[in-house]
DNA sequence: CGCCCTTTTGAAGAAAATCAAGGGCAGTGG
DNA sequence: CCACTGCCCTTGATTTTCTTCAAAAGGGCG
């Protein structure tokens, strides 16, 4: 594998130069798998290396006191996660490895350098951590009501993985447990479990063996009150499109 | 009022050189007065400029199609926002005052420039959005248990408000109704009422008249479990550190 | 086949929402 | 100076949502 879903990623974020793609492919990366339930980065440290997501599925997460957890994000394949190192500061949160997953070393140096080289570049990583930023706040925005939370969360997650090639006619492989999705909700995995079977049996969705599919997108996108305008935050057009 | 705030605020994120110092004096500032329940930047705007909060507070805030909402973040002086400016996207959310404010306009190419030519600056930049992100995930980490919630948040208010001077001796203005404090926590207005009054009765704090005292520390920080090192990510000593 | 992890189901309990109404305080205007 | 008004805080009773606890049923894999 190459940088390809790097270089997905990054033009779908911004409009890169060919200069721009030489450079973005002559980084030096270097390839480590993760086991599935493995830490990628631990909470606390303060990384040399920005990490990319090559394959597999990752999630920040803090652990409580009492043992419990929070997801705070998902991470699919393109997504960056270290971006700490460009600014010399320390995780304030743990990154765990959902699926097995090939991750990408970056150093931190070399990536803020091409940060400063290319303006375009530097966009995309912008614009990448702003759309994290305004993830995180519809997680806010939908966790008070769980119909609506799993909703938009499978909305998100749909669009995410569509944007790097992971996702198409309403098919999308999940590799969540429901316990992880209730994590990220903050609701329980019992709960989580009614809600989830509430939209199957109202014909929205089909979720199980990691396989989702959308019955009906206008249903789901109603129910999470989806609007993907945060995803693509550049593009002007405010439009509240559908799933496609 | 001179650059006052944005020195102080920048000078507790990096180390200045005397050339960013007068760099940052240098930068052209635009104040505005923006009155209480006033936009500061609605949702959907790409702003042109770079928005610095100089008094007064603020919040980020998202509305639901019911017509309630949610706030995202609070904004203290010395908060940028409008960081979409540097890299031409659109809100996601918009930014309303809570009090009667003075937010100063920064065109979003000379920032750009700015940040560019230091990298102290940059870094600080970054540090700046990477403390945001962090206070979201301790938000939704937190957001379960409305005792907790609100005790963390108390912290939080409470730390930040001290960085730039605005709080000591356990007291600080909290120009917040309970209305406002509930929709940060996605909890309503009268229960987020009740855990104050047991906060109070506890002997933990006292907040009213927008006057919070903290009578002690050790619970408030117990009852929030918080830990401030999420908002100095890059002190490495990671030492569960008091309020002081 | 048997084991572990995940999903599913049921019943009881806790947390927070909702609905409704009263009370305090500050600013306004007579 | 005092009454009025609007906003915010406070309190109580009821209902909804979600948790907790417990246990059973699938499904994949050694």
Redesign the interface.
Known sequence: MEQGVLLTKMASLVALTDEDRRALDALPIIDTKVARRRPIMPQ?A?PDYVYLLRSGWAA?H?V??DGSR?I??FLLPGDFCG??A????????AIIALTDCVVGKIDGSAFADLC?QSSAI??AV??A??I???V??K???F??DSYQGVAHLLCELYVRAAVVGLAADGQCRVPLTQEEIGDAL?ITAVHTNRVIQRLRGEGIIDLSHHELTIRDAAALTRAG?FDR??LE????E?AISLLG
């Open positions: 606390g303060q920040r803090e409580r006191a929070r705070t994000g971006i700490h460009i600014c010399h500061a320390a995780m304030d949160h400063h530097n966009q912008w614009r951590k702003l994290e930023e305004a995180l706040r997680w806010l925005l966790s008070t903050g009150a305008s945060y935050p550049w593009l002007s405010n």
